[in-house]
């Protein structure tokens, strides 16, 4: 199957805000979800939406600045990052889960069989 794509990523200062977009053109979402790397981290889960019926999941370290959404008839989910600092920077992934899974929940890496390439986001003060 195609890996998803995100987009939408770059430069913004302090207090800005961005959206990043991933297309994930797969045959079936289960569930699609974000992850981020920062440099020098392992990578930590974001949030998740599931495909059925567009509920959302986010890391409760966030504490609300992360907004999740699908467009169902685009195959796109988006992410929407408000008031954005430092501790912000880092790569972007989408990752495609295609199959419910009965061992891994929406915060695990492995239950996500298709990850795209990343989208980088920079944040200076």
């Known amino acids: 199957q195609v890996q998803p794509v995100e987009s939408g990523g770059g430069l913004v200062q302090a207090g800005g805000s961005l959206r990043l977009s991933c297309e994930a053109s797969a045959r079936f979402l289960d569930t699609v979800a974000w992850f981020r790397q920062a440099p020098g981290k392992e990578r930590e889960f974001v949030a998740a939406?599931?495909?059925?019926?567009?509920?959302?999941y986010y890391a409760d370290y966030l504490k609300g600045r992360f907004t999740i959404s699908r467009d169902n008839a685009k195959s796109t989910v988006y992410l929407r990052i408000y008031t954005l600092g430092p501790e912000d920077t880092a790569d972007y992934y989408c990752?495609?889960?295609?199959?419910?899974?009965?061992?891994?929940?929406?915060?695990?890496?492995?239950?996500?069989?298709?990850w795209g390439q990343g989208t980088q986001v920079t944040v200076s003060s």
């Open positions: 990752a495609v889960s295609t199959h419910n899974s009965g061992v891994y929940t929406v915060k695990a890496e492995n239950r996500y069989d298709l």
């Open positions: 939406v599931r495909w059925r019926d567009g509920y959302t």
